[in-house]
């Protein structure tokens, strides 16, 4: 079965840092635990967070821009997938919200869908890493405002799009 044909349906899954890790990073928000440092002469407590977001030489103009997402259920039919091979690219939520999150693995040059998996995010950055293909987030529930973060050429270097022959659900 070519790689951007597949009938098919995916469990979506809690996410695990683990099982997102072929794949970029999850950098939770405000987790348990962890009461930053202080900064700004003690009015600010600072988080750790994003450390690493790599890219290519040719990907030399940094961009931030801020994303509003309308909000959908599950089931949700996906139909393409995209990957940025010049940079990293890192989505900060600015509120609470619930994520819908796609990612494949590689085919010479092609997501595959066949070993793609789905998983519901909360209360974390989303950091792809340079190369890894994924479908645009889907906000559950609720909108989604987020910040994004990537580094880019300017040109048609910066995103790749495989439009499926056949949706792909995720229940």
């Not at 044909?5 to 695990?16: G, L, N, Q």
């Not at 010049?86 to 070993?115: H, K, M, S, W, Y």
Request: net charge negative.
């Amino acid at each position: 079965m070519p790689p951007d044909r597949a009938p098919m349906t995916i469990v979506a899954e809690a996410a695990t840092m683990a099982a997102f890790a072929p794949y970029g990073a999850l950098l939770p928000i405000g987790s348990p635990g962890d009461a930053g440092r202080a900064v700004n002469q003690g009015r600010a407590r600072r988080h750790p967070g994003l450390r690493d977001l790599s890219h290519d030489a040719a990907a030399s103009r940094p961009v931030l821009d801020l994303y509003r997402i309308e909000p959908s259920t599950l089931p949700f039919a996906l139909v393409c997938f995209e990957r940025h091979p010049l940079t990293a690219q890192a989505f900060v939520p600015l509120e609470d919200v619930r994520l819908l999150v796609a990612v494949a693995p590689d085919d010479n040059g092609r997501p595959d869908i066949g070993r793609a998996r789905a998983f519901i995010v909360e209360r974390a950055i989303v950091h792809y890493r340079a190369g890894a293909w994924h479908a645009p987030l889907v906000a559950l529930d609720a909108p989604a405002r987020l910040a994004m973060l990537m580094w880019e050429t300017g040109d048609a270097r910066d995103c790749e799009e495989v439009f499926l022959t056949e949706p792909v659900t995720v229940i």
